[in-house]
Each structure stands twice: as structure tokens, then as C-alpha cells.
């Protein structure tokens, strides 16, 4: 029988990260579905105690450090040798030379997390804030991530690949993950014009059919970074993700049937005709 996951160097630090995720993620994924939710877009609780900034800058502060994260591990293995000098020495890079897998990956975070940042400045429209303890929550958390996917590759390049590759159909994944997410956020943009703040019922693509086809789209981007890293961190951020966003599209339908009074009964949360 063929194995699919990368031999990995045993790692209290990753192993420690993995707990973390899939705790966290049914934790806030069970937290979401009683509406007790994080603390931005539609259910950003003006009364809320934390201090709030504006959607903008907050969502640029969840995505912006793990962009950099991953551009400057990038920097540090094709660019000039003198660059990974720091992280030698931090114990993160083990070798110069980078695999293709590891680049692949790297390279896929740093789009991810690009497209992120470019969604954010040029394509949403925002409504309200969000609150600095969501904003560090999620930063936090997507920086662990970056680090940790990368880092997990790192100490296991040069050991025994998996007899099963995923990566190709892991790199098709995180395209259609990609394309359906930024889609379905420009979408959601086309619902406002400037200086309005209102909601109305998405249509068009996938929302007919689903309330969040943007959170699919995302659990199918990560789904394509954890074939190509092939790793348990990978998977294990799959359910993290998976967890929470499910939680939060379920919050999100019962909010629409709550606000919208005729919302198509057919339109599930997350997965067309499922769920």
C-alpha cells in the first residue's frame, strides 16, 4: 500500500502547532454555529468591549505577515546567500538548496496570502470594523500557519518522498481554490456602491445554491496547499479551516433568514445540496 504523507523529523514545536489547530477550529467552529461569533463583517458587535479598527486595516493586518512570511523565505532561498544568514541561525532554514515541493508550496502561501491583500485593497467593500482581539486572533493564527507549513518541509527535506504524489492534484486545487474564491468576492463587491454599508441576497455563481460559496472555495484552496505539502500539518489546518468556516456559514444562513424575509429555503450553508 502507497503512502501520502511526507516523512517528517519529529518536531514538539509542529506537533504542539497541530494540537493548537484542530482544538482552536471545532472550538470556533461550534462557537460560530451559537452565535457566539469572531468579532468582524456582519457580525462585528459594535458594543463589543476590544477597541475597533476599520475593516480595511484590520483585514490587511490578518493577511499581511503571513504574505511576508513566506516572501521572505522565498528571498532568503533564491535570493542572495547573505539574506538566510538570520534564519540559519534561528535554526529555520536547514539547507540552502529547496526542493521543488517546498518552493511550490512557498510559493502557492505567498499567492494565497497576496491575493488576500489585493482583495482587500481593491476589490471589498466594507460595512463596519472589526475588533483588535479578532484581528490578532486571525493574524496570529495564519502566520502560524505559514510558518509552520514551511517549517515543517524545511526539517524534513532529504528524507523519503511519499510513493503517492499528490502535488499535481494539489496544484489544481489551490488554482480552482483561488479563481472560485476571488469570484465570488468580487461578486459579494458588485452588491454595493460607493459609501454603501447595507446587505442584500448575493446571486450569481455558486450563491445560488450556497450561502458561502466563497468559504468553500477556501477550504478547497488550503485542501490543494495540504496535497502539495503532503504533510499532517497540512491536513490538520484543513480542519481547522473547515471547522471554523463551516460554523461561520451556518451563522451566516440563520442570519439571512433571519434578515431577508424569503430567502430561498434551497440555499444551504457551505456545500451545494448538503449542507
Given at each position: 500500500m502507497g503512502s501520502f504523507l511526507l516523512l517528517q523529523s519529529p518536531s514538539v514545536f509542529v506537533q504542539t502547532s497541530e494540537i493548537f489547530l484542530i482544538v482552536s477550529g471545532l472550538l470556533l467552529g461550534f462557537m460560530e454555529f451559537k452565535n457566539i461569533n469572531l468579532n468582524y463583517s456582519k457580525f462585528n458587535r459594535r458594543g463589543s468591549p476590544s477597541p475597533q479598527l476599520s475593516s480595511s486595516i484590520g483585514m490587511l493586518i490578518f493577511y499581511t505577515p503571513a504574505f511576508l512570511i513566506a516572501s521572505l523565505y522565498l528571498f532568503c532561498k533564491l535570493g542572495s546567500p547573505h539574506a538566510s544568514i538570520l534564519l540559519q541561525k534561528l535554526g529555520f532554514l536547514h539547507q540552502l538548496e529547496a526542493s521543488t515541493r517546498l518552493l511550490v508550496l512557498t510559493v502557492a502561501i505567498a499567492l494565497h496570502f497576496l491575493k488576500r491583500v489585493v482583495e482587500v485593497l481593491f476589490i471589498h467593500r466594507y460595512s463596519g470594523g472589526v475588533g483588535i482581539d479578532t484581528t490578532m486572533l486571525i493574524?496570529?493564527?495564519?502566520?502560524?500557519?505559514?510558518v509552520c507549513f514551511i517549517y515543517v518541509m524545511e526539517i524534513s527535506e532529504g528524507l523519503?518522498?511519499?510513493?503517492?504524489?499528490?502535488?499535481?492534484?494539489?496544484?489544481?486545487?489551490?488554482?480552482?481554490?483561488?479563481?472560485?474564491?476571488?469570484?465570488?468576492?468580487?461578486?459579494?463587491?458588485?452588491?454595493r456602491k460607493d459609501g454603501e454599508k447595507g446587505y442584500s441576497v448575493p446571486h450569481g455563481g455558486l450563491f445560488e445554491f450556497v450561502v458561502c460559496p466563497h468559504y468553500l472555495f477556501e477550504i478547497i484552496d488550503f485542501v490543494g496547499l495540504a496535497f502539495i505539502s503532503q504533510t499532517s500539518f497540512g491536513f490538520c489546518t484543513v480542519m481547522m479551516i473547515f471547522s471554523y468556516l463551516l460554523g461561520r456559514s451556518l451563522s451566516t444562513r440563520a442570519w439571512y433568514v433571519k434578515k431577508f424575509e424569503g430567502f430561498p429555503s434551497h440555499r444551504k450553508a457551505l456545500i451545494p445540496f448538503v449542507i
Open positions: 493574524s496570529f493564527t495564519y502566520s502560524l500557519e505559514a523519503p518522498l511519499p510513493t503517492i504524489d499528490l502535488m499535481p492534484l494539489g496544484i489544481l486545487l489551490f488554482v480552482i481554490g483561488m479563481v472560485g474564491n476571488l469570484y465570488h468576492h468580487y461578486l459579494l463587491s458588485r452588491l
